[in-house]
C-alpha cells in the first residue's frame, strides 16, 4: 500500500495570529496550499494541518462548527522523540500563547504524554513511547508492528 498522506482541517479565529503561533513552535507551511484564508502546517512529508479560517472551514460543512473552548471536536496526537521533547515542545506552546490542555499522563517508564491547546483551543497531545518496553512489560501478545 501507498504511504497516504493526512490532512486534518481545523478551523480558526485569526489565521496570522494561528501562524505565528506555529512558527514559534518550530513548524514551517506549504506556501502551496497557503493564502489568506488557509495555511497549511507541516509535521511531515505525509502530515499537515490544514488551518481554515472560519468562514472557510463553513463553506466545507453544512454541520455547525465546534467552539473548541467549551466543546472537544478532536485531540490530535503528534510523537516526540523523548520525554524531554515533549516537555520543550509543550512548554514553548505555553510560553507563546498556548494553555494547558489535559493532565499529563505518564505510564510507567514506556509512556509519557503532555498537551496543550492552540489560540483556538484545539487540543495537542505530544506523546513519547518506548515501544519495546510496552512491549516486553506487556509479554506475549503485546502490540506489534
Not at 29 to 51: G, H, K, Q, R, W
Not at 130 to 144: I, L, N, T
Request: proline content about 4%; some cysteine.
Amino acid at each position: 500500500m501507498t504511504a497516504q498522506m493526512i490532512f486534518v482541517n481545523l478551523p480558526v479565529k485569526d489565521l496570522d495570529a494561528t501562524k505565528a503561533f506555529w512558527t514559534k513552535l518550530g513548524y514551517s507551511f506549504n506556501p502551496e496550499f497557503t493564502d489568506e484564508n488557509a495555511a497549511c502546517l507541516v509535521f511531515s512529508d505525509t502530515i499537515f494541518a490544514m488551518l481554515l479560517t472560519e468562514p472557510f472551514y463553513r463553506s466545507f460543512t453544512d454541520k455547525e462548527v465546534a467552539d473548541a473552548a467549551t466543546t472537544t471536536e478532536t485531540m490530535i496526537a503528534l510523537s516526540a522523540e523523548s520525554r524531554a521533547k515533549v516537555d520543550e515542545l509543550v512548554d514553548t506552546a505555553l510560553a507563546h500563547g498556548g494553555t494547558p490542555g489535559n493532565a499529563t499522563q505518564e505510564y510507567g517508564d514506556w509512556m509519557y504524554s503532555r498537551s496543550f491547546q492552540d489560540p483556538d483551543h484545539h487540543i495537542w497531545e505530544i506523546v513519547w513511547m518506548d515501544v519495546e518496553k510496552m512491549r516486553a512489560q506487556a509479554g506475549p501478545g503485546a502490540a506489534q508492528d
